[in-house]
Nanobody, 121 residues
Framework: QVYLVESGGGLVQPGGSLRLSCAASGSIFNIPNMGWYRQAPGKQRELVARMGSGANPNYADSVKGRFTISRDNAKNTVYLQMNNLKPEDTAVYYC???????????????WGHGTQVTVSS
C-alpha cells in the first residue's frame, strides 16, 4: 500500500503565499509522476500542476507564473509553492501520484485526502 500525506494548507489573505507538501510512503520503487489537483465547492476536480521525476512540469493556465511545483525524489515528496494567491484559488488541494511498487511492476494511481486552502480577506 502507498500513502500520500499532504500538509501546508490554511487561510491566507489575497496576495499571500502558501507552500504545500505531499510525502509518499509505503511500498515504493519509484514515482514516475506526482502532482496537485484542486476542487472548489460545486466544481470538478482540476489539474493544478504535475511533473515527472526529471523535469518538465505542467501547469494549469490559471496558475502559471504564480505557482511552482518541485520534487525531492529522495524523499518521495512533492511541493507546491503558491504565490500571489487569489480568492479563486480557494479549494481543497489533493496530491496525486503514479507509483511503481517494484521493478518491472505496473504503475498505480494514488490520491491524498486533501488539504484546504482558503484565500480571503
Amino acid at each position: 500500500q502507498v500513502y500520500l500525506v499532504e500538509s501546508g494548507g490554511g487561510l491566507v489573505q489575497p496576495g499571500g503565499s502558501l507552500r504545500l507538501s505531499c510525502a509518499a510512503s509505503g511500498s515504493i520503487f519509484n514515482i514516475p509522476n506526482m502532482g496537485w489537483y484542486r476542487q472548489a465547492p460545486g466544481k470538478q476536480r482540476e489539474l493544478v500542476a504535475r511533473m515527472g521525476s526529471g523535469a518538465n512540469p505542467n501547469y494549469a493556465d490559471s496558475v502559471k507564473g504564480r505557482f511552482t511545483i518541485s520534487r525531492d525524489n529522495a524523499k518521495n515528496t512533492v511541493y507546491l509553492q503558491m504565490n500571489n494567491l487569489k480568492p479563486e484559488d480557494t479549494a481543497v488541494y489533493y496530491c496525486n501520484a503514479f507509483v511503481r511498487q517494484r521493478l518491472w511492476g505496473s504503475v498505480n494511481e494514488y490520491w491524498g485526502h486533501g488539504t484546504q486552502v482558503t484565500v480571503s480577506s
